[in-house]
């Protein structure tokens, strides 16, 4: 069924014609096709908050990294450690949230000339950063094939699926065209919410703003405590802006056998001491090769991870 011309009356002095078309839904999707070039080589990445955890992943197999140090603080520093200790394939992470006057941040990112980006806004596909692979993040919410083609019009080498997506959706999104365009986050606290007030600088300080509050975030850790008892990280970026993650994991190892064609995977760290990181490369990256089961990782997971993990929005609803 074609849809027909839709006409609302808003105002008594003015209405909007919404045109006919001639092309069903079906007919865009058919349509929305991946672009003509070589997708990204396989890889099994991992996203970090400081050093020690970028560190930790190299050493137990992971083939890059993203450095994502919310503040920024130490980025520049961390991506020249790295290479001189022989990393490749080291990528950096762009606050999500972009405002006018912050075009700083991607030039300083853009001097580190990074291997990799992950691209987080609209709003970022058009201001390139370096020369490297350009990854969709997730929060370009791409839903469906049409959501994918189109952000991947714009010279991104790879995607990544909006955290929205159930497991038959994610599936659905991933046909065997499509996946090998993907970057699919296996496991990661999910970030809950962002917010302009700054729950650290409300309760650790005075001040009212960056100028006067004395950087408490620089110095100290905050969670906020639910009524289960579950403590859920709160981080500042270098906007003095607020992300709340989820104090358990969110795992997709159930799926990762069922995406077939899919070669790029991502894990995500919050607060992991290295430790935890060594761990996470090693069950995932056994998980991904076929020397483990999606059942002993899970095990392992739920047995070894402080509060263990979730299934979340990627829960298997239609077998």
């Not at 650290?200 to 639910?226: F, M, T, W």
Request: hydrophobic share 45%; with cysteine; net charge positive.
């Amino acid at each position: 069924m074609r849809p027909s011309s839709i006409v609302t009356v808003p105002r008594k002095t003015r209405a909007w014609v919404l045109a006919a078309t001639e092309v069903t839904h079906g007919e865009l999707l058919l349509a929305a096709r991946p672009p003509d070039r070589s997708p990204p080589p396989a890889a099994l990445m991992v996203l970090c908050r400081n050093l020690a955890q970028a560190e930790a992943a190299l050493e137990s197999g992971a083939d890059g990294v993203y450095i994502d140090f919310l503040e920024l603080t130490g980025t520049g520093e961390a991506v020249r450690a790295l290479r001189r200790n022989g990393a490749r394939n080291v990528g950096v992470a762009p606050p999500r949230i972009r405002k006018p006057g912050e075009e700083k941040i991607d030039r300083y990112l853009d001097s580190l000339e990074p291997d990799l980006v992950l691209v987080r806004g609209l709003g970022a596909l058009a201001s390139p950063i370096g020369a490297g692979l350009r990854i969709g993040d997730f929060s370009l919410n791409v839903t469906n094939k049409l959501s994918a083609a189109e952000v991947m019009s714009h010279g991104l080498a790879a995607f990544t699926p909006a955290f929205d997506l159930d497991a038959t959706q994610l599936r659905a999104l991933l046909s065997a065209e499509w996946a090998p365009f993907a970057e699919v986050v296996v496991h990661h606290p999910m970030p809950l919410f962002h917010m302009e007030h700054c729950v650290i600088a409300a309760l650790l300080s005075n001040g009212k703003d960056h100028l006067s509050c004395g950087r408490p975030c620089e110095r100290h850790q905050v969670s906020l405590r639910d009524r289960a008892g579950m403590d859920h990280p709160v981080e500042a970026d270098v906007g003095c802006r607020n992300t709340v993650f989820h104090a358990a994991a969110q795992s997709a190892a159930d799926l990762v056998p069922r995406l077939s064609g899919v070669r790029r995977f991502r894990i995500e760290l919050v607060r992991e001491q290295p430790d935890d990181v060594r761990r996470l490369v090693g069950l995932y990256r056994a998980l991904i090769e076929g020397r483990a089961r999606p059942h002993e990782v899970w095990r392992s997971l739920k047995v070894e991870s402080g509060y263990g993990v979730v299934r979340g929005s990627l829960r298997v609803i239609n077998q």
